[in-house]
């Protein structure tokens, strides 16, 4: 079975520019959560989609959006890129929406912002 | 909100000894807690995890410890090898908060041949 494919891998923006980032969940897993990893501030979490609603949403500003589609695939968004975005930006599926159930990761996208 | 402390965060031991990392929650409504294992330009892997009614579980050379009056859950490594040697992740979810783990600040933990 495929795990979470995240593409692209990497990607430079520069200042104000805005980016898509995209993640395909193991086949027949359900719900997406995403996460970004910096050196300072560890994982932290962005939101989460299930059945193409967003169910929940960490403190990040609303420049960082998302949405999910009917084969459960997930796009982040963020726009007017700063600085302090450059990250590993993660994404997570699990099986079904139940409360709990463990989240396995993609391999990432590094985004890098000049 | 939820906030995990996870200590320490850095950790050398010899080829064969235990290590032991451990994490503090702060919110009492906290109900699973998953421990990740990240190499090196790698995705988090989860390597076992716990919910809260169940004090211990193991897996191999892996085990996991919850004490919910101290909201504090422990990994132990036995054993070590120097595969074992990446950061690791405690975490831990509120059962109302769907898709959100809490995650500590990482231990990097580093086996010596």
């Known amino acids: 079975k495929a795990g979470v494919t995240q593409t692209p891998r990497y990607l430079i923006k520069t200042r104000g520019q805005q980016v898509t980032l995209s993640c395909s969940p193991i086949?027949?897993?359900?719900?997406v959560s995403w996460y970004q990893q910096t050196p300072g501030q560890g994982l932290q979490f962005l939101f989460e989609?299930?059945?193409?609603?967003?169910?929940n949403k960490g403190n990040f500003p609303g420049r960082f959006s998302g949405r999910q589609f009917s084969n459960s695939r997930s796009e982040m968004n963020v726009s007017t890129l700063e600085l302090g975005d450059s990250a590993l930006y993660l994404c997570?599926?699990?099986?079904?929406?139940?409360?709990?159930?463990?989240?396995?990761f993609g391999d990432g996208t590094r985004l890098s912002i000049l | 909100g939820e906030n995990v402390e996870q200590h320490p965060s850095t950790l050398s031991v010899q080829e064969g000894d235990s290590a032991v990392i451990k994490c503090t929650y702060s919110?009492?409504?906290?109900?699973?807690f998953p421990w990740y294992k990240q190499e090196l330009g790698k995705r988090p892997q989860l390597i076992i995890d716990?919910?809260?009614?169940?004090g211990e579980k193991k897996d191999q050379r892996i085990a996991v410890t919850l004490n919910k009056t101290a909201k504090h859950f422990s990994l132990h490594i036995t054993e070590t090898q120097p595969e074992d040697s990446a950061v690791y992740f405690c975490?831990?979810?509120?059962?109302?908060?769907?898709?959100?783990?809490?995650f500590g600040q990482g231990t990097i933990l580093t086996v010596h041949p």
């Open positions: 989609y299930f059945s193409e609603t967003q169910r």
């Open positions: 919110d009492s409504a906290s109900n699973y």
């Open positions: 716990i919910r809260s009614n169940v």
């Open positions: 086949s027949g897993h359900r719900s």
């Open positions: 997570a599926s699990s099986l079904s929406g139940a409360l709990n159930q463990p989240q396995h």
């Open positions: 975490a831990a979810s509120i059962g109302t908060s769907y898709g959100k783990l809490t």
